[in-house]
């Protein structure tokens, strides 16, 4: 009996010496950024616009802003020994859109299957104001898309072919919150369709957090 308990109590030891140590939280941004980061964007601290114009008589254009209503999207993030940031993804959904009235010769028109994906991966030098505090500005690579819908009817479209966009990244919090803002403005022309209506002005701007 007493060589019974001697051998319970052995295995007690063995297995408290073969227990491995719980690691330590991140301190800070700086070392949770060390491992990718997934954010969430928070679709009511996001939004953007973009301007839809039609070309009338007279060789005017007319229209107005469309702004976008986010539905979800994320972000990834890490960093380096160096300092730099690398934007390991981003992907942004939007609901469906309605084009102003007139802008397509009076049909009802929308825009729906509408994403911001990032094309490649940003990898850049940033500034880090504190271990808790970094910013970041650089331009990005990302693909715009969407369908278009005619009275109810899909409608032919091509996808912009978008030149690099610049953007600025803010990114704050502590080891265990982190809370980043990306503003996207990707000025001009980005598609048009027949010389009759055209699409300009992408504008984003988008809150997210861990």
Request: charged share 20%; aromatic share 6%.
């Amino acid at each position: 009996m007493r060589y019974a308990l001697f051998l319970l109590f052995l295995g007690f030891g063995c297995n408290t010496d073969l227990t491995e140590p719980t690691p330590e939280a991140p301190a800070s941004v700086r070392e949770r950024l060390q491992d990718q980061t997934r954010l969430l964007v928070d679709a009511g601290n996001s939004g953007g616009a973009i301007t839809a114009q039609r070309h009338v008589a007279g060789g005017d254009w007319m229209g107005g802003l469309v702004d976008l209503q986010i539905e979800n999207g994320e972000v990834l993030l890490s960093s380096d020994a160096n300092n730099a940031l690398t934007l390991d993804g981003l992907q942004v959904t939007f609901e469906d859109l309605q084009i102003p009235p007139g802008v397509f010769g009076g049909k009802d028109a929308k825009m729906t299957h509408v994403r911001v994906d990032l094309r490649n991966e940003l990898r850049a030098a940033a500034n880090w104001v504190s271990d808790n505090e970094v910013h970041l500005e650089a331009s990005l690579d990302i693909a715009l898309s969407w369908s278009l819908t005619l009275d109810g009817s899909p409608a032919p479209l091509g996808s912009p072919k978008l030149p690099l966009v610049p953007v600025t990244l803010v990114v704050t919090g502590s080891g265990d919150h982190v809370d980043a803002e990306l503003r996207v403005h990707a000025p001009g022309e980005l598609w048009s369709w027949a010389d009759l209506v055209k699409l300009s002005e992408f504008q984003l701007i988008l809150g997210a957090s861990l």
